[in-house]
């Protein structure tokens, strides 16, 4: 069923009329239907109760949303008096036709009356949620970061083919990657709701009805989680937790990316590698769309244009450029291609219900699908996976079309598990489940080795085994707008690893949006420049000396800053905070709430980029210079400008503007950044001299940088170090003191101090108890097109 647009009607559904205790749980009983809920604690903070609904024949429970170790639970009794289930984290009180959930911490959720019910087999939950303020998360979503007032969907689709007019749009929905997962704001704090359902659902944020927050599934039996907060911090952690903190990437992956849909021969790879070189602009890796295959057979190349892809990508490799190949899950149905002919023998593709190989029509023509339902199917992709990264010597995979895209052929008529199971309860899983099977093969390649998988569909959970990259996404100025309440909140829902195509995928970019565009993206957690097929060209020196030489320094500036992102995506893997972070989050303020043109990066960054085509928004001219104008909300405290070079105060509004060469951003009092400093040879990085880049005003300054081999997976056996930093002036001078504890060597990595802002020309140094005291000279460190004064 296809109801984009369309809604469920909450007047449809029937509500309990009688309420029963039976075996630890509550029976709810109306004339249609039977519900039994029972309760269980995952975590203190995490509670789940479970809806066995009568009308729903199929009992299992086909979500691989949350992580296998906190899928069991403690069973929660029922209480004595009013059906009450009381966990450590909340009381949930359950009525015929509503639920009441009171958190310990003080926030209260209650369905309206007769807000909880049931229509057949499809679920609403509607909870009056008359002071809520912001609801957030949701996965990935166009337009604002604040969904109050919207409707979404979730239900993963190729989205050009399902809104061809995305060009005009930047409102479509839903997207690629279905996450079930809503954080609501009240004055009393924060919560998060997940609906682990993999069917269709859809979550009405007061679109049809002001002041409440409606979960809707249109099939399969629903567990929802509730997630304590009271803060965002707490909520977002929670859901990483339950769902998966992602390992921490290779550290090339997240350096920049070059792609484009049309690179084709050796010549062009081996050209584009050189012009990096001659631009003097590091890249991590080239990308290989799908004119690399033999006419888009999945796992053969073309030995025409490619004629030794081994060779060519390890003479990539030894410059320092992985490579990155795009795969799409549909496989030709041809007799003789071999992978056809092994899927067929093997039994794997997925099945119509007479049992036929169902097929679907992408690049190749006629396709059929891998069933990633079953093992058996995981376990033969990930064999031929395996093959063929190995033999092409690649270094990582790009997931695409696995929404999945299938063309004209109606999606719903491909069925699961030997055609047993029906399309929707594994449709959002489907790209999830080939991220895992994909991930399997990677592991068993090399098992010490970090694999690196970028996918485009995705459900909760899907950071265990991939970054997501946001789609087809236009060369347009709302759509650069778009891109960062995008990224936000796909972070919020678990997924730190993720980002646009920067410069836009379909229509033509130019001069200006490119520019503004690297601006805004550089600290990005995945930075890919990608178009599609036909479109002007795309890498960073078709837009004349200029334009080059500032997106250089937005890239330069990415690669400087490595260890602190590096950092962020350890401390993602340890904790569950994204990368990529609305203000909201370490400032709680009303004044945040609908704040999406503004983002952290960490902890200490604040980019404030310029969104706007110049001739849209305000601008003045100064010294000869238009500079546009935008505000800029600074929390409280003091903030580093670093264009200023000075610090100012926060707790206000300013009106900041920037010439096409900058970028405002702004440093927290209290920060120390790990900046490199050395040379750049592309995805090579040895991060062995770090600078510290101290920050202090009013608050001293402190930092957990984590130091490992930053290429195995030894850490995740204890083999990484804190360095425990912490930074204060007094006497006219910076003392910096280091203790770094932990099951890695001492002492790999050497510190030197950098200081911004302020008097002292002295600082001590004092790393594991080896005291190095300094009398420091003026120079300058680059940010983007600024070169600011320090003390270094
Ligand atoms: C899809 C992808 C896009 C890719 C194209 C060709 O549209 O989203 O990134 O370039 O297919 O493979």
């Known amino acids: 069923m296809m109801l984009f647009g369309q809604k469920l009607h909450p007047r449809n559904f029937e509500h309990g009329s009688r309420l029963s205790r039976r075996n630890g749980s509550i029976e709810v009983t109306a004339r249609t239907f039977k519900v039994r809920i029972t309760c269980d604690e995952i975590t203190p903070a995490c509670t789940r109760l479970r809806f066995d609904n009568s009308n729903v024949a199929d009992k299992r429970n086909y979500s691989d949303g949350v992580v296998e170790n906190l899928r069991a639970g403690k069973s929660v009794p029922v209480g004595k008096g009013t059906p009450t289930f009381s966990t450590s984290a909340c009381d949930i009180e359950v009525g015929a036709s509503r639920l009441g959930i009171r958190l310990k911490n003080g926030m209260v959720l209650e369905t309206a009356e007769d807000g909880f019910g049931f229509n057949g087999a499809q679920s609403l939950?509607?909870?009056?949620?008359?002071?809520?303020?912001?609801?957030?998360?949701?996965?990935?979503?166009?337009?604002?970061?604040?969904?109050?007032?919207?409707?979404?969907?979730?239900?993963?689709?190729?989205?050009?083919?399902?809104?061809?007019?995305?060009?005009?749009?930047?409102?479509?929905?839903?997207?690629?990657?279905?996450?079930?997962?809503?954080?609501?704001?009240?004055?009393?704090?924060?919560?998060?709701?997940?609906?682990?359902?993999?069917?269709?659902?859809?979550?009405?944020?007061?679109?049809?009805?002001?002041?409440?927050?409606?979960?809707?599934?249109?099939?399969?039996?629903?567990?929802?989680?509730?997630?304590?907060?009271?803060?965002?911090?707490?909520?977002?952690?929670?859901?990483?937790?339950?769902?998966?903190?992602?390992d921490v990437p290779p550290l090339w992956s997240l350096g920049y990316h070059q792609c484009r849909w049309g690179y084709k021969t050796a010549a062009e790879f081996r050209a584009l590698r050189e012009n990096f070189e001659k631009f003097d602009i590091p890249v991590s890796a080239l990308w290989f769309d799908i004119d690399y295959m033999d006419e888009y057979r999945v796992f053969t190349w073309d030995r025409v244009d490619l004629p030794d892809p081994a060779k060519l990508n390890r003479e990539l490799k030894s410059a320092g450029i992985r490579a990155v190949t795009i795969v799409d899950p549909g496989v030709k149905l041809e007799q003789g291609y071999p992978i056809y002919e092994s899927g067929t023998k093997s039994g794997i593709f997925c099945k119509t219900a007479s049992g036929r190989d169902y097929v679907g029509r992408v690049w190749p023509g006629d396709t059929v699908f891998p069933d990633f339902a079953t093992k058996a199917a995981r376990d033969w992709w990930a064999g031929h996976f395996a093959k063929f990264i190995k033999d092409?010597?690649?270094?990582?995979?790009?997931?695409?079309?696995?929404?999945?895209?299938?063309?004209?052929?109606?999606?719903?008529?491909?069925?699961?598990?030997?055609?047993?199971?029906?399309?929707?309860?594994?449709?959002?899983?489907?790209?999830?489940?080939?991220?895992?099977?994909?991930?399997?093969?990677?592991?068993?390649?090399?098992?010490?080795?970090?694999?690196?998988?970028?996918?485009?569909?995705?459900?909760?959970?899907?950071?265990?085994?991939?970054?997501?990259?946001?789609?087809?996404?236009?060369?347009?100025?709302?759509?650069?707008?778009?891109?960062?309440?995008?990224?936000?909140?796909?972070?919020?829902?678990?997924?730190?690893?993720?980002?646009?195509?920067?410069?836009?995928?379909?229509?033509?970019?130019?001069?200006?949006?490119?520019?503004?565009?690297y601006q805004a993206g550089f600290l990005f957690p995945f930075f890919r420049n990608h178009t599609t097929a036909h479109t002007k060209e795309q890498e960073p020196w078709n837009f004349g000396p200029q334009c080059l030489a500032r997106i250089r320094d937005a890239i330069h500036t990415r690669y400087r800053l490595m260890p602190y992102l590096y950092n962020c995506f350890f401390a993602h893997h340890l904790?569950?905070?994204?990368?990529?972070?609305?203000?909201?989050?370490?400032?709680?303020?009303?004044?945040f709430e609908n704040l999406d043109d503004e983002f952290m990066v960490g902890d200490s960054i604040l980019m404030a980029p310029i969104v706007e085509r110049a001739d849209a928004g305000r601008s003045v001219v100064m010294h000869g210079v238009r500079r546009q104008q935008r505000h800029v909300a600074l929390p409280d405290g003091w903030w580093f400008d670093l264009r200023a070079g000075e610090w100012i105060p926060g707790g206000r509004t300013i009106l900041c503007s920037a010439c096409l060469d900058e970028v405002p951003i702004f440093i927290r009092d209290g920060s120390i950044i790990p900046y490199f400093n050395g040379k750049f040879r592309n995805g090579d990085m040895t991060l062995t001299k770090i600078e510290l880049h101290t920050f202090i005003k009013e608050r001293d300054a402190q930092l957990d940088y984590y130091i490992e081999d930053q290429k195995?997976?030894?850490?995740?056996?204890?083999?990484?170090?804190?360095?425990?930093?912490?930074?204060?002036?007094?006497?006219?001078?910076?003392?910096?003191?280091?203790?770094?504890?932990?099951?890695?060597?001492?002492?790999?990595?050497?510190?030197?101090?950098?200081?911004?802002?302020?008097?002292?020309?002295?600082?001590?140094?004092?790393?594991?108890g080896v005291r190095r005291s300094r009398r420091l000279q003026n120079s300058t460190r680059r940010w983007v097109s600024t070169d600011v004064s320090v003390q270094a």
Not at 152 to 161: E, G, P, R, S
Not at 439 to 449: H, M, P, S, V
Not at 575 to 591: E, K, N, Q
């Open 125 to 246: 939950f509607n909870f009056s949620v008359p002071d809520a303020s912001g609801f957030y998360g949701f996965g990935e979503r166009t337009k604002r970061f604040n969904k109050t007032g919207d409707s979404l969907d979730f239900y993963n689709v190729d989205v050009c083919a399902v809104f061809p007019h995305t060009f005009q749009r930047d409102d479509y929905d839903p997207a690629y990657v279905a996450i079930p997962f809503a954080i609501v704001r009240t004055g009393a704090g924060y919560v998060g709701l997940y609906l682990d359902n993999p069917e269709r659902l859809v979550f009405d944020v007061g679109h049809i009805q002001p002041g409440h927050l409606m979960l809707q599934s249109l099939a399969g039996n629903n567990d929802l989680y509730i997630l304590s907060g009271p803060t965002l911090r707490d909520v977002v952690r929670n859901f990483a937790t339950l769902t998966g903190r992602a």
């Open 392 to 517: 092409a010597a690649l270094d990582g995979v790009w997931l695409d079309m696995n929404d999945p895209a299938t063309g004209w052929s109606a999606t719903e008529d491909m069925r699961f598990e030997c055609g047993t199971v029906a399309h929707g309860a594994y449709h959002n899983q489907y790209g999830h489940l080939m991220a895992k099977a994909s991930w399997q093969a990677l592991r068993k390649l090399d098992r010490n080795a970090r694999p690196f998988l970028l996918t485009r569909s995705g459900f909760a959970g899907t950071q265990r085994y991939s970054a997501i990259w946001t789609g087809d996404n236009v060369s347009n100025w709302e759509h650069l707008r778009m891109s960062i309440p995008c990224t936000i909140n796909l972070g919020l829902s678990g997924v730190a690893f993720n980002g646009p195509d920067v410069g836009g995928f379909c229509g033509h970019t130019d001069e200006e949006l490119i520019t503004r565009w």
């Open 575 to 591: 904790t569950g905070d994204p990368v990529l972070r609305p203000l909201l989050y370490d400032f709680d303020s009303p004044a």
């Open 712 to 768: 195995t997976r030894q850490y995740l056996k204890g083999s990484y170090n804190t360095a425990r930093i912490r930074a204060g002036n007094a006497d006219g001078e910076t003392r910096i003191v280091i203790d770094e504890e932990g099951r890695y060597a001492t002492g790999t990595v050497e510190f030197a101090p950098v200081i911004y802002g302020s008097e002292p020309s002295r600082a001590v140094l004092e790393h594991n």
